[in-house]
């Protein structure tokens, strides 16, 4: 009886520990939690990237990155880390659109009308944001 209950627990504390690690739960970074979007400072690049942004993503992203109803998801989200969805994956969304799979939006559509600078500068601006966050 006494194994089967430590068994019991160590079972539950690996499971809890998958969880976990997996990002269901606790781990949510502060925008997740529902804290305001801290805006950090923008100079330079991150000025360009942030107007091309507000320009051509944020009708769907939301303009502090925090998503859009019925539009597009959250940036400021742990599955956009760049671990999880490195600077490439960026440049592909914009390229070429990204089918549903996360979410329940839709499709994104390709972006049109954007250079490599532009890309380039949003992807800084994005990350200076995230960071800001607490994304990573
Ligand atoms: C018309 C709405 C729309 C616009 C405009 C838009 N997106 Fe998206 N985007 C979406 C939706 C919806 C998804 C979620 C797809 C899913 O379910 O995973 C998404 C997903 C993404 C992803 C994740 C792609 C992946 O591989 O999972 C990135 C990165 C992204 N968007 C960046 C951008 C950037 C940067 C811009 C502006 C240059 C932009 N988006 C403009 C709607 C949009």
């Avoid at 597009?72 to 956009?80: E, I, T």
């Avoid at 890309?119 to 960071?131: E, G, H, L, S, T």
Wanted: proline share 6%; aromatic share 6%.
């Amino acid at each position: 009886m006494r194994n089967l209950a430590i068994g019991l627990v160590s079972a539950l504390a690996l499971a809890a520990v998958v969880i976990y690690s997996k990002g269901v739960g606790t781990d949510k970074t502060s925008v997740e939690a529902g804290k305001p979007v801290v805006m950090p400072e923008l100079t330079g690049v991150l000025l360009t990237g942030q107007a091309a942004y507000e320009a051509k993503c944020s009708a769907c992203h939301g303009v502090e990155l925090n998503g859009v109803d019925q539009k597009g998801p959250p940036l400021l989200h742990k599955y956009y880390e760049p671990n999880h969805h490195g600077d490439a994956a960026f440049v592909s969304a914009i390229r070429v659109g990204a089918p549903a799979h996360h979410w329940k939006f839709g499709d994104m559509p390709p972006v049109e009308g954007m250079g490599e600078a532009d890309i380039a500068a949003v992807v800084a601006f994005i990350r200076a944001v995230q960071k800001a966050n607490g994304v990573f």
